[in-house]
């Protein structure tokens, strides 16, 4: 409760000027990132190739496993919804449009960038957050390292080549699903099958979902690193700014998703 | 006595409380200079403010006959190339070898080959006493092998000043001095200009060539060593005779104090 002494403007001041200052934070962070991954190159700033190399086995070939589990499950219960309302007007053929359209579409992308977000996201915030407590990065900036070139850049990379390989194997292993199911319980032919697959799918379809994936990995590596590197304290604050990073990278996911759809449906 | 770093009319922040208040001082060249003072005093915001990681509200840091403050990032990273800084907790990268470590300052700013780099790597190591440390990661080293090792990377440009920030803290005795004949050697032999803050007297007493003293924002001292121990102020008396604080409250101000008055 404002105490007597504040006015309306001294309240709303107060309550403004923290979204300001994070506001002007985030710029700041979207800012670096984006100067040291596309301008410094140019400038004899070269980017660490080795450590994009690791960043994408840590992020993208460690979350093969997952990724193909998890696909192939949405790929059998998208096949099972499918047929359950195709069947009853004796169009279960079409069971195998559904499920191609709407994983290269939407849920190929989507998974792989919740799942990416729980993974990558979670792990650069607490990274750059216990750096941020044990003085690393103040020994990198003492060093004449900047940071964000060092430590970022590679994330950024590695999501940004990351995401969209993940979603096409995604797509992939789910449609796979989807196959083993209308090929065993649903008795659709092989061949029928896939025949009807390669009709429903647009080379539109499949680059929109990249498109998509691509901006899913920009988007879950700031929010990864703009949370690690607001850690002001210690351990208990990792924790927290770790859990902030996971929701609000799949908040910001599905934000940015709902925007690349509407665009897509009304510019392709 | 020619000058290292001249700091004029400093005043710093940190959120609206006043930490450093408008102080002046200079720090000589070649010599090891200890800034001393009590938890809280403003000596590690005063350090971070000399290596150029944080900028403060007013005033002046002169380093090189330039005022940092008003520094580029570029233009400060040509004078950060030129101060080696050993952090409280070592800040060695944890998902690196100790060599990588060490390495790091060479790679990036320097164009030298690998061998050239691992030989120079082992140097610095040795001269720190971790010889054959160069594969073991920093969570496999102790707290005092972290700081050397630390050191060896403050080291790897063979800077010209050199700062320690708390070096003996959280350390045992016997490690702790062994840290601080390490710090009269490389002055000694290197003639680098050493800036150490503490506040362990001991430390103080054995390497310190110079004192700068702290309390609450200010500087209260700035002098050599002999100077320091016959000055008959009695906030460094009280310091340098290890006597608490005097009670702030009379037994009724206390009582309005807890009762929230």
Same mark, same amino acid.
């Given at each position: 409760?404002?105490?007597?002494?504040?006015?309306?403007?001294?309240?709303?001041?107060?309550?403004?000027?923290?979204?300001?200052i994070?506001?002007?934070?985030i710029?700041?962070?979207?800012?670096?990132?984006?100067?040291?991954?596309?301008?410094?190159?140019?400038?004899?700033?070269?980017?660490?190739?080795?450590?994009? /190399?690791?960043?994408?086995?840590? !992020?993208?070939?460690?979350? #093969? =496993?997952?990724?193909?589990?998890? @696909?192939?499950? &949405? $790929?059998?219960?998208?096949?099972f919804?499918?047929?359950?309302?195709?069947?009853?007007?004796?169009?279960?053929?079409?069971?195998?449009?559904?499920?191609?359209?709407?994983?290269?579409?939407?849920?190929?992308p989507?998974?792989?960038?919740?799942?990416?977000?729980?993974?990558?996201?979670?792990a650069?915030?607490?990274?750059?957050?216990?750096?941020?407590?044990?003085?690393?990065?103040?020994?990198?900036?003492?060093?004449?390292?900047?940071?964000?070139?060092?430590? /970022?850049v590679?994330?950024?990379? !590695?999501?940004?080549?990351? #995401? =969209?390989?993940?979603t096409?194997? @995604?797509?992939? &292993? $789910?449609?796979?699903?989807?196959?083993?199911?209308?090929?065993?319980?649903?008795?659709?032919?092989?061949?029928?099958?896939?025949?009807?697959?390669?009709?429903?799918?647009?080379?539109?379809?499949?680059?929109?979902g990249?498109?998509?994936?691509?901006?899913?990995g920009?988007?879950?590596?700031?929010?990864?690193?703009?949370?690690?590197?607001?850690?002001?304290?210690?351990?208990?604050?990792?924790?927290?700014?770790?859990?902030?990073?996971?929701?609000?990278?799949?908040?910001?996911?599905?934000?940015?998703?709902?925007?690349?759809?509407?665009?897509?449906?009304?510019?392709? | 006595?020619?000058?290292?770093?001249?700091?004029?009319?400093?005043?710093?922040?940190?959120?609206?409380?006043?930490?450093?208040?408008?102080?002046?001082?200079?720090?000589?060249?070649?010599?090891i200079?200890?800034?001393?003072?009590?938890?809280?005093?403003?000596?590690?915001?005063?350090?971070?403010?000399?290596?150029?990681?944080?900028?403060?509200?007013?005033?002046?840091?002169?380093?090189?006959?330039?005022?940092?403050?008003?520094?580029?990032?570029?233009?400060?990273?040509?004078?950060?190339?030129?101060?080696?800084?050993?952090?409280?907790?070592?800040?060695?990268?944890?998902?690196?070898?100790?060599l990588?470590?060490?390495?790091?300052?060479?790679?990036?700013?320097?164009?030298?080959?690998?061998?050239?780099?691992?030989?120079m790597?082992?140097?610095?190591?040795?001269?720190?006493?971790?010889?054959?440390?160069?594969?073991?990661?920093?969570?496999?080293?102790?707290?005092?092998?972290?700081?050397?090792?630390?050191?060896?990377r403050?080291?790897?440009?063979?800077?010209?000043?050199?700062?320690?920030?708390?070096?003996?803290?959280?350390?045992?005795?016997?490690?702790a001095?062994?840290?601080?004949?390490?710090?009269?050697?490389?002055?000694?032999?290197?003639?680098?200009?050493?800036?150490?803050?503490?506040?362990?007297?001991?430390?103080?007493?054995?390497?310190?060539?110079?004192?700068?003293m702290?309390?609450?924002?200010?500087v209260?001292?700035?002098?050599?060593?002999?100077?320091?121990?016959?000055?008959?102020?009695?906030?460094?008396?009280?310091?340098?005779?290890?006597?608490?604080?005097?009670?702030?409250?009379?037994?009724d101000?206390?009582?309005?104090?807890?009762?929230?008055?």
């Amino acid at each position: 409760m404002p105490s007597e002494s504040k006015n309306i403007v001294e309240v709303i001041g107060s309550k403004t000027k923290p979204i300001k200052i994070s506001i002007h934070n985030i710029s700041c962070i979207i800012n670096d990132i984006f100067y040291w991954t596309f301008i410094s190159p140019f400038k004899g700033f070269p980017i660490r190739f080795k450590a994009c /190399v690791n960043e994408m086995v840590k !992020a993208g070939y460690n979350s #093969v =496993p997952i990724i193909s589990v998890i @696909s192939f499950f &949405i $790929g059998v219960i998208l096949a099972f919804q499918a047929a359950y309302q195709l069947k009853k007007v004796g169009a279960l053929i079409y069971v195998a449009n559904l499920v191609g359209v709407s994983l290269t579409r939407e849920l190929g992308p989507i998974i792989t960038a919740i799942i990416v977000s729980g993974r990558s996201g979670s792990a650069y915030a607490a990274e750059i957050g216990s750096m941020k407590a044990a003085e690393e990065i103040d020994a990198l900036i003492s060093m004449g390292i900047n940071p964000v070139r060092f430590i /970022v850049v590679p994330k950024l990379i !590695a999501l940004m080549v990351m #995401v =969209p390989a993940l979603t096409i194997f @995604s797509d992939l &292993i $789910g449609i796979f699903g989807g196959f083993v199911l209308s090929t065993t319980i649903l008795e659709i032919h092989p061949s029928n099958y896939f025949q009807q697959t390669i009709n429903a799918l647009l080379v539109k379809d499949i680059l929109t979902g990249l498109m998509k994936a691509w901006a899913f990995g920009v988007v879950i590596t700031i929010v990864g690193v703009y949370q690690g590197f607001m850690v002001k304290g210690g351990a208990e604050e990792v924790g927290r700014r770790t859990t902030s990073a996971v929701v609000a990278s799949i908040f910001l996911v599905i934000v940015s998703d709902l925007f690349f759809t509407a665009l897509f449906y009304y510019f392709t | 006595m020619e000058k290292a770093i001249e700091v004029e009319n400093l005043v710093t922040h940190y959120g609206d409380r006043e930490i450093l208040k408008n102080i002046s001082f200079s720090i000589p060249k070649g010599s090891i200079t200890v800034i001393l003072g009590g938890s809280g005093c403003g000596k590690s915001t005063l350090l971070k403010h000399l290596i150029g990681l944080l900028k403060p509200t007013s005033g002046r840091i002169i380093i090189k006959g330039n005022d940092i403050t008003k520094m580029n990032e570029d233009q400060m990273n040509e004078i950060r190339k030129k101060m080696g800084i050993l952090f409280q907790g070592a800040a060695l990268l944890n998902s690196m070898t100790i060599l990588d470590n060490v390495a790091l300052p060479l790679h990036e700013h320097t164009k030298l080959k690998e061998s050239t780099i691992e030989i120079m790597v082992r140097m610095k190591l040795d001269l720190v006493g971790l010889s054959g440390f160069d594969s073991f990661y920093p969570s496999q080293l102790s707290g005092g092998m972290k700081k050397r090792a630390g050191l060896a990377r403050a080291l790897a440009l063979d800077p010209e000043m050199l700062f320690f920030d708390e070096p003996s803290a959280g350390l045992d005795p016997v490690t702790a001095a062994g840290l601080d004949e390490l710090i009269i050697k490389l002055n000694k032999v290197f003639r680098m200009t050493i800036i150490v803050v503490t506040h362990e007297l001991p430390s103080v007493f054995k390497i310190a060539d110079y004192v700068i003293m702290l309390d609450k924002g200010y500087v209260i001292f700035s002098g050599t060593l002999n100077e320091l121990k016959t000055s008959d102020n009695p906030r460094i008396r009280m310091f340098l005779e290890r006597q608490p604080e005097e009670e702030k409250y009379s037994p009724d101000d206390y009582f309005k104090v807890i009762a929230g008055e």
